[in-house]
């Protein structure tokens, strides 16, 4: 009984099921019966008032009769456009009342960057495959021309020690740099600055895809370092002559052989121990660099940085031993570089672990992030410039030498920096190496041989600026430390100001070609520099480091035990 009456239960729904079914057919067969008669009907008017349009007069004309001598059947329709056509849209014309719309179809974005379409800084960066660059605008090299200072005269160096301390001039803070022009061309300048408004509308993404392909040495990377800082040392030693390590080509190539099938050999068993001190240099690749380049560890190295994300990786020297290398973070435990108890307490440490001496070599890289203030990096950073050069008249000992990262250099006070050292040091230069990125405005400052007769006098003065600027910073004040020297001094030595103004000149017209390099390179994505292979393998056979690969890192320890290694070497 169940079962019989389920059976006619499904019978009855499956045929209301196909009945509706059937007239859901029909419905749809109608109406599209209905769209067909509207479409002809639609077209024979079309087709009509075109022809009236092209010449024929006569309205009582039956083009009917004539249909198939003047047209061909109308080509079968999609749904979208037979929509349109019930709408008024005509073939050919723009959407709209009155026809405005665009005719042409939408084309590919080349929209570059955050903006929204049609923004202009973003029309400035769209793609173009056809664009092309041209190469001769560059000097692309191996070797590098080093071109040191004048050496100053001891009387101006007299000068500078016993007035020094009344050189000091206060100033309104100035946030601007495109008045700068008393090192470098007003021309010059301004088209540098111009140059890097391009990447405005870039992501950071975008900006770096175009500088690998762009770059003609950045396939040079870290090499088997921590990372590219080892390799910047590794150039700068060797276009240098090698006076970082102190070492001549003959031992290098004994100690740390370029075919890595090679075992090298310690011919430093009579040599004194070799300090250096590493500043504002985490995570440490500098002195990775130089602990390798010493072999067999006949050195020390004392570290200071900020202590954080940005500290040492110790446990990333895989090209030398960290037990070689000791950090200090200052009295305040922070490695605050341009806190002036910290300077005092490096001092103090530095001279306590060199038993008085002082360091051989001592290597500076601070620098932090400017994103959005690009133009005045060389102002925000003042104050490190200064601490870092500071420093170095503190712990280097006599006939030390000293090199360190530096931006832009065109105000009266970083000149005034330079031209301290200048006093200082026996000789100075400043130069870019081929592992600084063609396209920023990073260069280094090599100091050769401290003269302790006159640098000490500057240190103190140095001291007592920083001690001014910390102050200004507590009482939040407007008022800025604007000159070192005041500006006439420094322009009487005409040799100094000229080597000034023609280094800011080359360097900012070899940034400005390629800042345009990496826009053309960005908007075309085909373009790759070809020489980049071939750089690398001759650079790293000049700078006497083998092509081998970085070794992975097994022994991850703590800076806290690498810190209490320096009992190995007695200190």
């Known amino acids: 009984m169940y079962g019989e009456s389920s059976s006619s239960s499904r019978d009855d729904d499956d045929f209301v099921r196909n009945n509706n079914a059937d007239r859901l057919k029909s419905l749809a067969k109608a109406r599209r019966n209905d769209m067909q008669e509207e479409y002809e009907q639609d077209a024979h008017n079309y087709t009509s008032k075109r022809k009236l349009e092209i010449g024929d007069t006569s309205p009582e004309h039956d083009y009917e009769d004539d249909k198939g001598a003047f047209m061909q059947p109308p080509a079968k329709k999609s749904a979208a456009e037979k929509m349109m056509a019930k709408m008024g849209y005509r073939e050919g014309e723009g959407l709209g009342k009155a026809g405005q719309g665009i005719v042409d179809p939408i084309g590919f974005s080349s929209q570059r960057g955050r903006h929204g379409l049609g923004h202009e800084s973003g029309l400035v960066m769209k793609r173009d495959m056809s664009l092309d660059w041209d190469e001769s605008q560059e000097e692309k090299t191996v070797e590098e021309t080093v071109e040191w200072f004048p050496q100053a005269d001891d009387e101006d160096r007299g000068q500078a020690r016993e007035e020094v301390d009344g050189w000091m001039v206060l100033g309104s803070k100035k946030m601007t740099i495109e008045d700068e022009t008393q090192f470098c061309s007003k021309n010059t300048l301004e088209e540098m600055l111009k140059s890097k408004e391009v990447f405005d509308c870039l992501s950071e993404r975008e900006l770096n895809e175009a500088r690998q392909r762009a770059n003609p040495y950045e396939t040079i990377g870290n090499a088997f370092f921590q990372n590219r800082a080892a390799m910047k040392t590794a150039n700068l ?26 075992t090298g050999t310690n011919v430093d068993r009579d040599k004194p121990l070799f300090y250096f001190a590493d500043v ?98 060389e102002i925000l950073s003042k104050r490190l410039y200064l601490c870092q050069l500071l420093v170095s008249l503190c712990i280097v000992k006599e006939g030390g030498n000293f090199f360190c990262k530096l931006f832009d250099i065109f105000t009266p006070f970083s000149v005034g920096l330079i031209y301290l050292m200048y006093m200082c040091y026996d000789q100075i230069c400043l130069h870019k190496p081929h592992t600084s990125r063609p396209a920023n405005s990073e260069r280094y400052i090599i100091c050769k041989g401290l003269k302790k007769e006159f640098s000490d006098s500057i240190r103190n003065y140095l001291k007592k600026v920083n001690r001014t600027l910390d102050d200004l910073k507590k009482d939040n004040s407007d008022k800025d430390v604007n000159e070192l020297i005041p500006l006439e001094h420094i322009k009487n030595d005409e040799a100094f100001c000229s080597r000034i103004t023609q280094h800011n000149e080359r360097l900012a017209r070899r940034q400005t070609v390629y800042l345009q390099k990496y826009a053309a390179f960005a908007k075309n994505h085909n373009l790759y520099d070809s020489k980049q292979g071939d750089l690398r393998e001759k650079c790293m056979e000049y700078w006497k480091v083998p092509m081998k690969s970085r070794k992975k890192d097994t022994d991850p320890r703590s800076v806290a035990e690498a810190k209490n290694m320096h009992s190995v070497l007695g200190t």
């Open 237 to 262: 030693d060797r276009i240098f002559d090698w006076i970082f390590c102190g070492e001549n080509e003959k031992r290098i190539l004994t100690k740390n052989p370029l075919d890595p099938k090679q």
């Open 280 to 377: 504002c240099a985490g995570p440490g690749g500098f002195s990775e660099y130089m602990l390798w380049r010493k072999g067999f560890y006949n050195a020390k190295g004392f570290g200071f940085t900020l202590a954080g994300k940005d500290d040492f990786k110790l446990g990333k020297f895989c090209a030398s031993s960290k037990y070689y290398f000791e950090p200090f973070y200052g009295v305040h435990n922070n490695g605050d570089v341009m806190d002036p108890e910290n300077v005092d307490s490096l001092e103090e440490f530095i001279m306590k672990g060199t038993n008085g001496m002082g360091v051989d070599l001592m290597m500076a890289d601070g620098g932090f992030s400017v994103e959005g203030n690009e133009n005045i990096q």
